[in-house]
């Protein structure tokens, strides 16, 4: 069975198979916890990237997908790069499938790979706007449906979210809470 777990911390400190990075369409880089993926995993991931976006993503990986890079000097072995929606009440349906479509994406991916554990960060949950504790209760739902399904529970050890900062981490463990799992 697929543990869920919650931590404080830096996702670019975890020991993991798989971490995933809260990008952006372009796949070049930018602030919060994509640009700390590149700045501490190096350019190797950048190099990586920018082969995606020659050869499959020219107009840029659309919002919900996610695709796999090199982990560089991370101490991972691959970085799943996924686009979260920005947050939008006006289209929050539209927009809270696809973000639960970043999980389910990503952990497929994970999978394909053959990794054993994987660690999320809050996606869209920062400068994508995401209230915490809907983004919370996505990212929980989502994983928790996708770890119960055949295939996927038998390959992973381990699905952990990295949360920044002790409001995220508290809006992580109600969502886990109300889901009626342990962290
Ligand atoms: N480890 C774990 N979580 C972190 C870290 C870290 N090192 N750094 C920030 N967070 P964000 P988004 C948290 O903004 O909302 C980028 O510029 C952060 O506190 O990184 O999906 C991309 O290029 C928040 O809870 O991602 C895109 O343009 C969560 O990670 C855009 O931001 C997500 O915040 C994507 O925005």
Request: proline share 4%; hydrophobic share 45%.
């Amino acid at each position: 069975m697929t543990q869920i777990t919650l931590i404080e911390g830096d996702i670019t400190d975890q020991q993991v198979d798989v971490v995933v990075n809260a990008a952006n369409s372009s796949l070049l880089g930018g602030g919060g916890v994509d640009g700390a993926i590149h700045r501490r995993g190096g350019p190797e991931i950048l190099e990586d990237c920018r082969r995606l976006r020659a050869s499959h993503y020219g107009k840029g990986l659309p919002t919900g997908r996610a695709v796999a890079t090199t982990a560089g000097r991370l101490p991972a072995h691959w970085v799943v790069h996924t686009v979260g929606p920005v947050f939008l009440e006006e289209d929050r349906p539209a927009r809270a499938a696809l973000l639960a479509s970043c999980y389910a994406e990503s952990l497929r991916v994970a999978v394909d790979l053959g990794a054993r554990t994987v660690a999320f960060p809050a996606v869209s949950a920062g400068v994508y706007g995401w209230p915490l504790e809907d983004a919370a209760r996505i990212a929980l739902t989502t994983v928790a449906e996708a770890v119960a399904e055949e295939g996927v529970a038998g390959g992973l050890a381990e699905v952990r979210f990295v949360l920044f900062g002790g409001g995220a981490y508290a809006a992580f463990e109600q969502a886990l809470r109300d889901l009626g799992q342990r962290s």
